[in-house]
Nanobody, 127 residues
Framework: QVQVVESGGGLVQAGGSLRLSCAVSGVTFTGYAMGWFRQAPGKEREFVAGVSWTGGSRYYADSVKGRFTISRDNAKNRVYLQMNSLQPEDTAIYYC????????????????????WGQGTQVTVSS
């Protein structure tokens, strides 16, 4: 019943930009913080960015701070990740996930706090 679907991945040159989208259905969207994670070849899944259900609290991994922006549109049950100045090290499968939120300002960097995950969308950045 719960569905999390990412889109917007693709192939870009270093220095380029992509905007990922995540559509969520089957849950009360405002009751969930949202996060983006990624998994690169040979590496474990890592946190990229998170946003509270109010949209007022945002957090970014150091590796993407200043380059990526997470946002959400609760009216559309969607979360976005604007990725600028992409580098080859950003190449990964990017996953969108939901985290039950005890409050409007809640967010989490921990994958174990997220209950529903999308199928992932591939981002490839060429050298």
């Amino acid at each position: 019943q719960v569905q999390v679907v990412e889109s917007g991945g693709g192939l870009v040159q270093a220095g380029g930009s992509l905007r990922l989208s995540c559509a969520v259905s089957g849950v009360t969207f405002t009751g969930y913080a949202m996060g983006w994670f990624r998994q690169a070849p040979g590496k474990e899944r890592e946190f990229v960015a998170g946003v509270s259900w109010t949209g007022g609290s945002r957090y970014y991994a150091d590796s993407v701070k200043g380059r990526f922006t997470i946002s959400r549109d609760n009216a559309k049950n969607r979360v976005y990740l604007q990725m600028n100045s992409l580098q080859p090290e950003d190449t990964a499968i990017y996953y969108c996930a939901t985290a039950p939120a005890p409050g409007g300002g809640y967010y989490s960097l921990l994958s174990e706090d997220y209950d529903y995950w999308g199928q992932g969308t591939q981002v490839t950045v060429s050298s």
